[in-house]
T-cell receptor, first 114, second 111 residues
Framework: DAGITQSPRHKVTETGTPVTLRCHQT?????MYWYRQDPGHGLRLIHY???????DKGEVSDGYSVSRSKTEDFLLTLESATSSQTSVYFC?????????????FGPGTRLTVL | KNEVEQSPQNLTAQEGEFITINCSYS?????LHWLQQHPGGGIVSLFMLSSGKKKHGRLIATINIQEKHSSLHITASHPRDSAVYICAVTSLIQGAQKLVFGQGTRLTINP
């Protein structure tokens, strides 16, 4: 258990509304990730962070923004939610350094955009 | 073509059977990972390996770097093994910070 929580765990929202998902960790891991998981696509990287205020895009970043103002929190924002963003969102963390490739995942957030 | 391919996509077996899930990849890697996701549940890392074989209980993971292939075996399968098994690699091109995932294999073990 890497001390990762996600909030909310479930959310239903309407198209065009802003949504923010929160990932919180308690063990000072340097790297944090946001993924989405959809049937037929597996896990796909949205954005990741390699330190406070240091973020980079993943393969499916369009329509999403992130922020990391503290080591322990990584926020994912959908500025104007669309139905195509209905998905299960997972946060993950990883330590820095050689031989530390293993990522530890949060419990997931199920988002439905109507 | 995906950089990481798993087979089969779905597998149903009877309790007690020996299970094999395969993963092939097309990129140079520094490590390969096997993860497990139970229905409605979170994702747990089972193994990280860069060569040879690792064993944990009834689970065995092997990798052949030359053939770019890995297998996950489950001996004496049990209904609680029913889950999605995900193969992922740490690609040399993308660096150790990112994982490249296969689409997963859904395993169902019937009692």
């Amino acid at each position: 258990d890497a001390g990762i929580t996600q909030s909310p765990r479930h959310k239903v929202t309407e198209t065009g509304t802003p949504v923010t998902l929160r990932c919180h960790q308690t063990e000072n891991h340097r790297y944090m990730y946001w993924y989405r998981q959809d049937p037929g696509h597996g896990l796909r990287l949205i954005h990741y962070s390699y330190g406070v205020k240091d973020t980079d895009k993943g393969e499916v970043s369009d329509g999403y923004s992130v922020s990391r103002s503290k080591t322990e929190d990584f926020l994912l924002t959908l500025e104007s939610a669309t139905s195509s963003q209905t998905s299960v969102y997972f946060c993950a963390v990883k330590e820095a350094g050689q031989g530390t490739d293993t990522q530890y995942f949060g419990p997931g957030t199920r988002l439905t955009v109507l | 073509k995906n950089e990481v391919e798993q087979s089969p996509q779905n597998l149903t077996a009877q309790e007690g059977e020996f299970i094999t899930i395969n993963c092939s990849y097309s990129v140079g890697i520094s490590a390969l990972h096997w993860l497990q996701q139970h229905p409605g549940g979170g994702i747990v890392s089972l193994f990280m390996l860069s060569s040879g074989k690792k064993k944990h209980g009834r689970l065995i993971a092997t990798i052949n770097i030359q053939e770019k292939h890995s297998s996950l075996h489950i001996t004496a399968s049990h209904p609680r093994d029913s889950a999605v098994y995900i193969c992922a690699v740490t690609s040399l091109i993308q660096g150790a910070q990112k994982l490249v995932f296969g689409q997963g294999t859904r395993l169902t073990i019937n009692p």
